[in-house]
């Protein structure tokens, strides 16, 4: 896992160490050594925490005039035992969201397993861009972690298109992303 490091294309464009309104800004990362887990497994040094023993963050990009941003996870999502989405709600989105986000890509091919607990804080998530035409969709989730999101009640409050979990989304710039991914929402609800 500590080879495994957040897309870093899109640097040039966006780091969210110089976004004053980033939960990340002016942090600095260990480049000698690795100093976070997962369990019992170093991750890459340039990952961020969100309060998570076990789920880490990368936000790729945020646009703050268009209202949308990029996240890359990493680990386990374990909302039974670990509440990981309250703290990527509360300590990020919640951020993100009172600058003027509201549609959210949320890239999840590094999440290795998924454990649902209740939808409050998706419900809360959805609630709170829906007065924008907000929206938030997981796309390249691993086929297991992909079956379990399905059989909870989260496709409620989220958007997980089948043709967008094996997109290869790194070839895209974040406009060029986030272009194709809204008119993927939008046709859908119009169907």
């Known amino acids: 896992m500590q080879d495994i490091e957040p897309f870093y294309n899109w640097h040039y464009l966006y780091n969210s160490q110089d976004d004053p ?12 050594a690795y100093d976070k887990t ?5 991750i890459h040094p340039q990952w961020d925490e969100i309060g998570s023993s076990t789920l880490y963050i990368k936000v790729l990009f945020a646009d703050y005039e268009s209202g949308y941003m990029i996240i890359e996870l990493i680990g ?13 709600k509360r300590n990020i989105i919640d951020i993100f969201i009172e600058n003027g986000i509201y549609e959210f890509i949320v890239i999840g091919e590094n999440v290795l397993n998924f454990f649902y607990e209740d939808e409050s804080y998706y419900e809360e998530w959805a609630e709170d861009i829906a007065d924008k035409n907000g929206w938030i969709v997981f796309l390249n989730l691993q086929p297991h972690v992909y079956v379990e ?4 009640r989260i496709p409620f409050y989220v958007t997980l298109l ?3 979990q094996s997109l290869n989304w790194r070839v895209f710039k974040p406009d060029k992303l986030h272009d194709l991914i809204d008119n993927f929402v939008i046709r ?4």
């Open 149 to 152: 999101f399905m059989s909870s």
């Open 188 to 191: 859908k609800l119009e169907e």
């Open 76 to 88: 386990e999502w374990n909302d039974a035992v670990h509440n990981d989405i309250m703290f990527l």
């Open 162 to 164: 089948d043709e967008l």
């Open 21 to 32: 309104l980033s939960p990340f800004a002016d942090v600095e990362y260990n480049e000698f």
């Open 38 to 42: 997962i369990y019992n497994y170093y």
